[in-house]
């Protein structure tokens, strides 16, 4: 069993950055890989990042390639995600999930986080 509990969203201009945590409860973070999606109002949910249990691999969505950088620190139980050159697209509630794979397949992660939201304004 694993609790998420995301934070650091908030309001930022278009072109700025922000960093989002995710912080893990419990001793067996390392043994997840993790997620993150996001939901913009009236729209489906949708896979951002993903980044494997030791954190060597990653992956991203199209969209985010090349602005966003997902990292974890097992020691922490922490994973973060780290947002630059935020466009108005990007303002959704962002989730950050468990999976006990390296996937980007939102319904095979077990364990969700309560979302924070980011608004992006321009």
């Known amino acids: 069993q694993v609790q998420l509990v995301e934070s650091g969203g908030g309001l930022v201009q278009a072109g700025g950055s922000l960093r989002l945590s995710c912080a893990a409860s419990g001793r067996t973070f390392s043994s997840y890989a993790m997620g993150w999606f996001r939901q913009a109002p009236g729209k489906e949910r949708e896979f951002v990042a993903a980044?494997?249990?030791?954190?060597?691999?990653?992956s991203y969505a199209d969209s985010v390639k090349g602005r966003f950088t997902v990292s974890r620190d097992n020691a922490k139980n922490t994973v973060y995600l780290q947002m630059n050159s935020l466009k108005p697209e990007d303002a959704a509630v962002y989730y950050c999930?468990?999976?006990?794979?390296?996937?980007?397949?939102?319904?095979?992660?077990?364990?969700w986080g309560q979302g924070t939201q980011v608004t992006v304004s321009s």
């Open positions: 980044i494997s249990r030791s954190g060597a691999s990653t």
């Open positions: 999930a468990a999976a006990l794979s390296f996937q980007v397949r939102s319904q095979m992660y077990d364990y």
